[in-house]
């Protein structure tokens, strides 16, 4: 061969690498275990067809495909969808394959081939009319893969409860955990207790502002509702189709004001106060007696109710941020203390969770808990969620239980993005997206035996300050892609610079599109700060898709008529004089972000 075409070849045989290289990551959220490109494209501009084999006549997988604006269920030739039992993949893997004759995606169940299903969905939201030629094989790291809503505080309608069930099935989460009950409200109907939810159910008004704001104001305005037993099964039947499992957590032995509003009966003492649903936050006193049978008689059938509802194997007891204050004095608990020789009220509490766990146990369910219930014994077969920091979920592997990491500094997505004053109100804190993204929900305190014991990952979103869907999306949005990948991805194929600089941006320019509310990142490597120099160039990136950064050096908050930013912020500052730097994100759908204020400063 001539040294010119051995050339020709050498780049050519280069470029075809950039390009493999460019496309590696597909846009795809949670990032795939292992992913080929080959060279070719498969064009997918006229709608396919889509074949099952050796599928039972999967009903979800067919109403989903009928969905895709990419299949004509009329064609047979497209995609190929094949169940395959040998398939070495742990249970939700897949195989998604692209040649020339078509697309395939292989797995050893349903489940599988639902995930192979979104990971095409993803690559083509990033292009509608061609999928290059490549292999994938994935399968998630963690089987515990959730995501929280309070509906206590405040409540959501079940057209948003299936929203944000597709939006799990999106990023390939797996569990919707429910959080029903509350101080300031019960939301589930138990028809043996209908006091539960037409008094439980409603709080005479609202607390406006922050809850350390002082003087407290309130909204004057009675709010609540709940969901009907119809419902909660429209709800967990809807999930289902997306192979989500719906856990419920009926809360005890706190957090149980609103109930309490009902039945004061269940409150500690011979002739309990009269009480009302909270109407602001916090941890309240009155909680379920721990003394009287009739508690445990409320309880169990209140679940006799839930069970049927809910096939999870997993029932959330709560077990969280319950006082000792009224047990100390109450008479009842205080002679079962005695007739159980317990040692203390922390014990009382350990007896309460292991007699609930005890009665679940054997309707073949299993329970879960908050930390706190490690406080005074374990009961012996719950799972704990670690929320006050990883110590609960350590404590409990070493014990030998299961463990589900949701903790507070890197998972709450209730505490707010940025230390910026323009965010909006939230409980207070700080989870930015990247320490998010940085969280291994495997700690290196374990032994490689104890390690198993950390069966997933969950983020929460508690409610206090947050009323509408809206800003339900703008809270998880976009933390739930890196829940997502911590959750998925195997933690060698972690890569936080194509997360947030291609992965984010493209889904976030999907939001965008639809013109759903998210929270829009900050410029990329904008920062809020104080440089020293005289020349300045500083490089930033865009975060969403479409959109572009303004800035000012006047000190103003930047609008799309100021400076656009092109290559790079270029600003001169004579000896001892500074500049202001603002710079700001704006949408093509017209989203803000924050504000980053830079200092320039030539000293
Ligand atoms: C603690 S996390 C709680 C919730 C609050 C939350 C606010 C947990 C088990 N209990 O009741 O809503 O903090 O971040």
Known sequence: MKKTTILIWGMLLVFIQLKAQENASLGIIPAPVKIKMNIGNYNVSNKIGAEFIGFNNSENLNNFLRQLPLIDVQKKN??????????????????????????????????????????????????????????????????????????????FPVSFIKEYIDMLAYYK??????????????????????????????????????????????????????????????????????????????EMPGHALAALSAYPELACGKNPASFKAAYEWGVFDDVFCAGKEQTFKFLQDVLDEVLPLFPSEYIHIGGDECPKTKWKTCEFCQKRIKKE???????????????????LNKKGRQIIGWDEILEGGVAPNATVMSWRGTKGGIAAAKLSHKVIMTPGPYLYFDKQESKS??????????????????????????????????????????????????????????????LSE???????NKDWKDFSENRVVSHLGNLDQKGLIYRVPEPIEAKDTTLIGENF?????????????????????????????????????????????????????????VVVTTILKNQ
């Open 537 to 593: 160039e500083l490089k930033y990136k865009v975060p969403v898709k479409g959109a572009a950064i303004y800035y000012t050096i006047n000190g103003k908050v930047p609008y799309d008529f100021d400076f656009k930013y092109a290559d790079a912020v270029k600003v001169s500052v004579p000896k001892g004089e500074e500049r202001i730097l603002k710079s700001v994100v704006i949408t093509p759908s017209g989203r803000r972000s």
């Open 341 to 359: 020789k317990l040692k203390d009220e922390h014990e009382l509490q350990s007896y309460f969770i292991q007699r609930m766990e005890k009665y």
């Open 78 to 155: 497209g995609l190929k969808l094949i169940l395959d039992k040998s398939l070495p993949l742990k249970e939700e893997g897949y195989r998604l394959t692209v040649t020339k004759e078509g697309i395939i995606i292989r797995s050893s169940t349903e489940r599988g081939a639902f995930y192979g299903l979104q990971t095409l969905l993803q690559i083509l939201n990033a292009d509608q009319t061609e999928i290059p030629f490549l292999e994938i094989e994935d399968y998630p790291r963690f089987a515990y893969r959730g995501l929280h809503l309070d509906v206590g505080r405040h409540m």
């Open 421 to 482: 004053s323009e965010e909006p109100l939230t409980i207070g804190g700080h989870v930015p997206l990247s320490k998010v993204y940085s969280y291994n929900p495997v700690p290196d305190e374990l032994t490689k035996e104890e390690q198993k014991y950390i069966i997933g990952v969950q983020a929460n979103l508690w409610t206090e300050y947050i009323r509408t869907p809206e800003k339900v999306r703008y809270m998880i949005y976009p933390r739930i892609f890196a």
């Open 173 to 250: 989460l797996n569990t919707f955990h429910w959080h029903l009950t509350e101080d300031q409200g019960w939301r589930i109907e138990i028809k043996k207790y209908p006091k539960l939810t037409t008094i439980g159910g409603f709080r005479d008004q609202t607390l406006i502002g922050y809850l350390r704001n002082k003087p407290k104001q309130y909204d004057n305005e009675r709010y609540g509702g709940f969901y009907t037993q119809e419902e909660v099964k429209e709800v967990v039947a809807y999930a289902a189709s997306k192979y989500i499992t719906v856990v419920p957590e009926i």
């Open 486 to 492: 911590i959750a998925w991805t195997p933690l060698a």
